[in-house]
């Protein structure tokens, strides 16, 4: 079963930007967005728990924001000024617990949306 189910990815050219969107089938107290290049390490990008505190990775403070609609079930990452090195796919994630890291455990993953930024 799908619990989570990203959208919006696609291709944009250096400097423009693109919205990312996450639909989860539950209520969750912390989601977050991953991303993965070819050949790295996946990596977080930020994270936002119950109370809208939210955490952003190296390279994207200032550039990305994340948020959500709670109503909605609905995650969000509004990536800005984007360069050829946030080319990825980038994953949503969620935990029930509002212990909200990076570096948390989650329980539930999508299935990942491309995000191609050309020079």
């Known amino acids: 079963q799908v619990e989570l189910v990203e959208s919006g990815g696609g291709s944009v050219q250096a400097g423009g930007s693109l919205r990312l969107m996450c639909t989860d089938s539950?209520?969750?107290?912390?989601m977050a967005w991953f991303r993965q290049a070819p050949g790295k390490e996946r990596e977080g990008v930020a994270t936002?728990?119950?109370?809208?505190?939210?955490t952003y990775g190296e390279g994207v403070q200032g550039r990305f924001t994340i948020s959500r609609d709670y109503r909605k079930k609905t995650l969000y990452l509004y990536m800005d000024a984007l360069t050829p090195e946030d080319s990825a796919v980038y994953y949503c994630?969620?935990?029930?617990?509002?212990?909200?890291?990076?570096?948390?455990?989650?329980?539930?993953w999508g299935q990942g949306t491309q995000v191609t930024v050309s020079s």
């Open positions: 994630a969620a935990r029930l617990s509002n212990v909200c890291t990076i570096s948390s455990e989650f329980e539930a």
């Open positions: 539950r209520s969750r107290a912390c």
């Open positions: 936002i728990d119950w109370n809208d505190g939210t």
